[in-house]
C-alpha cells in the first residue's frame, strides 16, 4: 500500500474539511435531508416538449444532479442521431475522441486517456473486450445504440464506483420494463444501409418491448437488433519509413545521404495498395425481467448478448525494397529527407526469395466476436437503509481464423515508387503487368487462427444509510469480488510452393493461379478515390478457391509441426493465461452545507482494492519451451472528494473534485509472451512484474443552467499519471545470428500531467420569437489539452513527443430543427492530430493527422407513432491519413466513403 496515497488523502480531507467547518451553524440550522437537485423552473418562454429537446432534456439532469463530472446522451439523441453503435454517439460528448476502424466507430478515448485505460458497463456489468490477442478496450461497434435509454461519461469518480478507469467510466444504460410508466410499449425501426464504395446495399432490424403483468408489480422488456453490414475501405500504405544502409560490408549504419545535407535519407519500407472488405454480421439480445411488489423493494435479473460474425476478404498489393540496390543518379530526395521518386534494381546477389518482388496477397478467413452477461441483483430499503446486492457474470470470446493467400513474383527486375503527388502517397509502378499471372513463382497460404477468452465473475454488497439531519446526509459502505481470467491461443502453419528450380511445382503454380485467382480488374480499386492518380485499377486477386487448390494447412493435426513436443503448430511463445482478483472495500458520506446563502453539498470517500495476478505461459530458453508462472499482490488506496455549490438557485453551479483513480496493465503486457517479425526484425514480450497505471484528478468548473432545456459549462481539468506503463526496447539475437529489437512494457518513473479545458453548451431557440427560429438549437463543445512530463522522444531528432493519444484540439458542433412533422440534424465531429506509438516500424514515431467528419440526419412523422428517416454519415467524404512524424512520410491514406441509411421507425 502507498503512503503518499494516504497523505493524498489527508490533504483532500483537509480541504473538505475547511469547508464543512466554514458554517458550523449554517450546518448545524440543517435539520431536513437533502432533497434531489429540481431543474430550473419553466418560465413563460420555456417550451416543453417531446422529441430532441426532451431528451436534451433528460442529458441536461443527469448532468446537473449528478455528484461527479458527468456527460450524458439520452435515447432520443442517440436515436435522431446517425450512430448506429454507443462509440459513435460518445463522440458528441465533451473531452471524447472516437478511434475508427474501417468508417465505424470501434473505441473512445477519454481526455486522452487511451480506449484501454476507460472502464465500460452495461448497467454496471463490466463490459469486456473482444480485442485480438487480449486486451481491456472494449470494441463499440458491436453494441447497438436502439437499446440505450442513456450513456453517461464520468470523469472524476466516487469511492463506491468500480475502479479501473484512469480517463473515465462510460456506463451504458439500457431500457428498462418500467419506463414507460407500467404500459405496454413497442418501437422498432427497419432500414437499408448504402455503401457507395462497392456500391452495397445492407438491411439493418431492431425491435424493443416491455409490458407489465400482476396488477403492474412484474415487469419485461426484451429487445433484439440485426445487421447485415459490408465495410469496404482502399487504403494507399506505405508500412514504414527506414534509413537504409549505403554500405552493408562495413561494420555499422552508413544511411543514404543522397542530398549531402549530413542526415539520413528515409526509404518507404512496404508500400501497398490495399482493398479491406469486411461483411459483417451482428446479432445483439438483451431481456430484462423485473419484481417491483412495493414502492421500497425490487428484483430483477437481465442478460444482454451480442455475437458478430466478420468475414474477411482483404486484397494487398504490396513490394519490399529490402531486396533492391538504390538507383542513386534516378531516386529523388523531397523535403524532411524522405524520398520522392525511388528507383530500385534487383539485389541478385541475395537468395531469390529474399530479391525485389511484388506480392498480391489476400487476407481470407473470419473473425467472430461473442460476448454475453448476465446479471440479478435487488434494491431494499428499509427505513433509513438501503442495500443492494447483485451477482454478475461476463464473458467475451474473439476467434480470428486468418487466412492468407499470397502469390509471389520475386526476383523483379527493377521497383519504381513515385511520391510526387498531392497526399505524398505511393504510385508503385513494376515491371510487370500485375493484373496477369507473369513472373509468379512462389505461392504460399498461411493459416493462424487466435482464441481468446474472457470471463469475469462478479458479487457486490452496497449498503446506504440515509441521515434525518445534520451536515452529512447519507453514510453508504459496501464490498466488492471480481474474479477475471483471460486466455489466449495462438497457432500458425503454412504451405509454400516453390517454383524457382523446379518445373513441375512452377507449372502446379502456374495451374492453380490461373484456374483459381480473379484476373483483370476485377477489385475495382482506383487510386483516384484516395486523392491521386496510380498507374492500376486492379491487380491479380488471390481468391478462397485459390487457398483451398493450395491447401489450407492444419495447424491442429499432429505432425505437422515436430518442433513441438506434441507435434501441432501451437505458438506457445504466445499461448498464454492471466488471473486477476480484486477484493475491494469502501467507505463515502455525502455532506450538504449552507456558506451563507449559497447551499454546499458533496461526497467524501475512499476505495480500498488488493489485486491479485496469477499469470502463466511458455518461454523458451536455449531452444526448450518450458512453462511459467508468475504471482503479484498489490493494494491501492483511492480517496475522493466531489462538491458543488448552487452559487445562484437553480442557475449557476460551481464544481469542484479530487480523486485517485488507477487501470491495471493490459493481459497482454503482462503475459509471460514473446514474438517476433521476421521481416520487420522486430518483437514483443509481456512483462509480469508490471505494476497499474495510477493518477491524481482534479476539476473545477462552472454550469450555468439557463432553462430546463439549455445550458453552458467549462471545466478546467489536470490529470497527473504515475507508474506510467512505457515501451521500452532491448536487443535480441537468436541462434543464427539476426538481431532483433524487441518491445517490452515498462513502469517508467516519468510522470504525465494533462492540463485541459473543456467547454460546451445546448442552445434551444424557443426563446426568439420567430416561428422557425423557435423550433432550432444548437450543441456544441469543444476541449483543450496539453501534456507535460511525457518522455517520449523522437528517435532521429531527439525532439520531445506529445502524449500517446492527446489531440490538443478536439470540438463537436450539432444543429437541429423540430416541429411535429419534421426533424433535421446535422453534426460535424473534429479532431487534431495525435501520437499513436512513439516508436513505429523504422523507429519513427506514428501520427493520426487531424480529422473532421459530416453527419446528418431527417425524420418525417408520418402519422403518430411512425416516421420515415434519412442519415448520412461522413457526408464530405473525409479521408483519415497517418504519417511517421512528417506528412511527406504518409504511412496510411484510407477512404471509406459515404452511408446512406433510409428506412421506417415506429413506437406504440
Known sequence: MRFSNYRALLSTSAVAAVLLGAMPAAAQDQQQPE?????????????????????????????????????????????????????????????????????????????????????????????????????????????????????????????????????????????????????????????????????????????????TFANGTIGVLVSGTFENRNVESHQARTTGWVQLDSDPNTAGMQAYDLNNDGVGDFFPDIPRYVINRLETRRYALNGILEWRPSDDFKAYVESNWTKSIQSVTSQYLQTGTSGGIVDTENTIIGPDNTVEYLVMTNNTSKAQTSQLGVSYRNILGDIKRTTYNVALGADWTTGNLTLTPKISLSKAKAYNNEINATAAVTGMSSLIVDYSNGQNAPNIILPNDPTTTAGINQLTVLRRPRYDDQTEKMAKLDAEYKTDGGLFTSFKI??????????????????????????????????????????????????????????????????????????????????????NADGTCQVYTDTWKVGERNLAGYGQASFAFDVGAVPVSGVIGARVVNTKVNTSGYLSTGGVISPVSYDSNSTEFLPSINMKAELIPNKLMARATATEVMARPLPQQLAPRFTIDVVGLSGSRGNPDLQPFRARQYDAGLEYYINRTSFASVTYFR???????????????????????????????????????????????????????????????????????????????????????????????????????????????????????????????????????????????LMPGISMFLEGVNLLDATRKENANSVERRTIIETVGRRVYGGIRFKL
Not at 420555456?46 to 444532479?65: E, P, W, Y
Not at 486466455?487 to 503454380?509: C, E, H, M, W
Not at 491521386?532 to 486477386?541: A, K, R
Not at 523507429?843 to 440526419?857: I, K, T, V
Request: charged share 20%.
Open 35 to 211: 432533497q434531489p437537485q429540481q431543474a430550473p423552473e419553466a418560465s413563460s418562454e420555456d417550451i416543453v416538449v417531446t422529441g430532441i429537446r426532451s431528451s436534451l432534456q433528460g442529458a441536461l439532469n443527469a448532468k446537473r444532479n449528478a455528484a461527479q463530472v458527468l456527460d450524458a446522451i439520452s435515447a432520443e439523441d442517440i436515436g435522431k442521431f446517425p450512430d448506429k453503435n454507443v462509440g459513435e454517439a460518445l463522440q458528441r460528448v465533451t473531452g471524447v475522441q472516437l478511434t475508427r476502424s474501417d468508417g465505424e466507430g470501434s473505441g473512445i478515448t477519454i481526455r486522452g486517456a487511451d480506449p484501454s485505460l476507460n472502464r465500460v458497463e452495461i448497467n454496471g456489468v463490466t463490459a469486456l473486450s473482444t480485442t485480438v490477442g487480449g486486451g481491456r478496450d472494449v470494441d463499440f461497434r458491436d453494441l447497438p445504440s436502439e437499446f440505450v435509454n442513456r450513456l453517461e461519461v464520468v470523469k472524476s469518480a466516487t469511492a463506491d464506483m468500480t475502479e479501473g478507469g484512469v480517463g473515465g467510466t462510460v456506463r451504458v444504460i439500457t431500457r428498462r420494463p418500467f419506463d414507460n410508466g407500467g404500459k405496454p410499449y413497442l418501437a422498432g425501426s427497419a432500414q437499408a444501409i448504402y455503401a457507395d464504395i462497392g456500391d452495397h446495399m445492407d438491411p439493418r432490424l431492431a425491435l424493443i418491448g416491455s409490458d
Open 478 to 563: 459496501g464490498g466488492q469480488y471480481r474474479d477475471l481470467t483471460v486466455k489466449s491461443r495462438f497457432y500458425t502453419r503454412t504451405t509454400t510452393l516453390n517454383g524457382f528450380s523446379d518445373p513441375a511445382v512452377q507449372a502446379q503454380i502456374d495451374s492453380i493461379v490461373s484456374g483459381n485467382a480473379a484476373l483483370g480488374t476485377s477489385p475495382f480499386f482506383h487510386t483516384g478515390n484516395l486523392g491521386f492518380t496510380g498507374d492500376y485499377s486492379g491487380w491479380l486477386n488471390m481468391t478462397q478457391g485459390v487457398a483451398d487448390a493450395v491447401g489450407i494447412p492444419d495447424p491442429f493435426a499432429e505432425g505437422g509441426c515436430p518442433a
Open 719 to 861: 490529470k497527473e499519471i504515475s507508474s506510467f506503463i512505457q515501451n521500452t526496447t532491448e536487443p535480441y539475437t537468436d541462434a543464427s545470428g539476426v538481431t532483433y529489437t524487441i518491445t517490452v512494457p515498462t513502469n517508467g518513473t516519468q510522470k504525465v500531467t494533462i492540463n485541459g479545458v473543456e467547454a460546451g453548451a445546448q442552445i434551444a431557440f424557443d426563446f426568439i420569437d420567430v416561428p422557425v427560429l423557435k423550433q432550432m438549437g444548437v450543441v456544441a463543445n469543444y476541449t483543450y489539452s496539453k501534456d507535460s512530463g511525457y518522455e517520449g522522444k523522437d528517435y532521429f531528432t531527439g525532439d520531445s513527443l506529445p502524449f500517446q493519444g492527446l489531440s490538443r484540439h478536439a470540438y463537436n458542433i450539432s444543429a437541429y430543427y423540430e416541429d411535429d412533422v419534421v426533424s433535421l440534424r446535422g453534426a460535424y465531429n473534429w479532431r487534431s492530430k495525435y501520437l499513436i506509438t512513439a516508436q513505429g516500424r523504422g523507429n519513427n514515431p506514428e501520427f493520426g493527422e487531424a480529422y473532421g467528419q459530416l453527419d446528418a440526419s431527417l425524420n418525417v412523422t
